[in-house]
């Protein structure tokens, strides 16, 4: 994964992704603590794992609304996957995470804590801020719809309940594959 600062040496013949731009990956991750998060914290990295499962995946999502008896309104702009997850132990998951939480404290935009087993993360004043400003900005106003939807429907329920409902619908789609495969749609 590559810092947006640090591209100066990449060729402009290659096209640049945002799947490998760090920045790319903590932006959207703060927008989840805010949107998602209760009141800028998220208690355990399974469900910030799988309500980012669903933001990154809205035909998941749609179908696992529907399942739960409720119909969303899909945007049309946020049908493509831009940044795949794998299968891993307790479902979709992003090897990326660490590196990007990491980031993400060291620049003092979330605070990491533990409770039991669990890891905490909540957003600092300026992640807060920072989230604020992310939220306003209209390149991000698909991701941020997305994220209000999740959240409605998702948001109240613990990262163990996203886990089995990931496992219960999506049975081929993720549940039978094997540990690091990338989930498709």
């Not at 949107?35 to 179908?63: H, N, S, W």
């Not at 979330?110 to 600092?124: F, H, P, R, Y």
């Amino acid at each position: 994964m590559k810092s947006i600062k640090n591209l100066g040496a990449h060729p402009t013949s290659l096209p640049l992704v945002a799947d490998d731009i760090l920045e790319f990956h903590s932006a959207r991750l703060l927008l989840l603590l805010k949107i998602c998060g209760e009141r800028g914290q998220l208690k355990g990295l399974t469900k910030m794992a799988k309500l980012d499962f669903f933001v990154r995946y809205p035909q998941f999502f749609e179908m696992a609304a529907r399942f739960l008896g409720t119909e969303i309104a899909q945007d049309s702009q946020t049908i493509i996957v831009e940044s795949k997850m794998v299968r891993y132990h307790y479902g979709p998951w992003d090897q990326r995470y660490y590196h990007v939480l990491a980031y993400l404290k060291a620049k003092n935009l979330i605070k990491v804590t533990k409770e039991g087993t669990a890891i905490n993360l909540s957003l600092t004043d300026l992640g807060s801020e920072s989230a604020i400003k992310l939220e306003k900005n209209t390149s991000f106003a698909s991701i941020v719809s997305q994220m209000i939807q999740v959240n409605n429907i998702l948001g109240n329920k613990k990262g163990t309940e996203l886990k089995n409902l990931v496992y219960e619908i999506f049975d081929e789609e993720v549940a039978k594959l094997s540990m690091g495969e990338v989930i498709t749609q």
